[in-house]
């Protein structure tokens, strides 16, 4: 959904989003997601304000299974015209920019504006629970769901001269 920045009334726009996010390699919606936004001009800068709520597919980072995460985010953002730092060769971002975005031709992709918002809440490294005990690195069972007998030592490769030295 793409609205023209130019045509954002003074008294400013209420948005209801409900989409479905396609999958991309990093996010895909189970389900719509919806987002309450309220959005103002004030001169080029455009201020998005409001609430993203959405059920995300994921992958747990230790067990590889996929599994479903309800995220719920406030937002709060300011975008400025592209064409500010285009006129830069080099434009370094100071420390109260940092969360400005930017858009151009004089449209914004509410779409793309909320799924960035999503893939910026997700976690570093996913888990289906906390005490996920993953794959068994010698056989690859789910430890969560087998225990296997399989034997390893894990051994820093810049201690291997010292065990050397140790088993003589």
Known sequence: MKITVSEIEEQGLDLNFSERLSRNSLLESEGPVTARLRIERRGNEVVIQGE????????????????????????????????????????????????????????LDITQVVREQLILSLPMKALCDEECKGLCPVCGADMNLQRCECKYESVDPRLEGLRKLLSK
């Open 52 to 107: 993203i709520h959405g059920r995300i597919a994921l992958q747990c980072s230790r067990c590889l299974i996929n599994f479903h995460r309800d995220l719920s985010l406030s937002v709060d953002l300011q975008y400025h015209p592209a064409s500010e730092v285009a006129r830069e060769e080099t434009y370094e971002v100071p420390r109260e920019e940092i969360d400005i975005g930017f858009y151009s031709n004089d449209e």
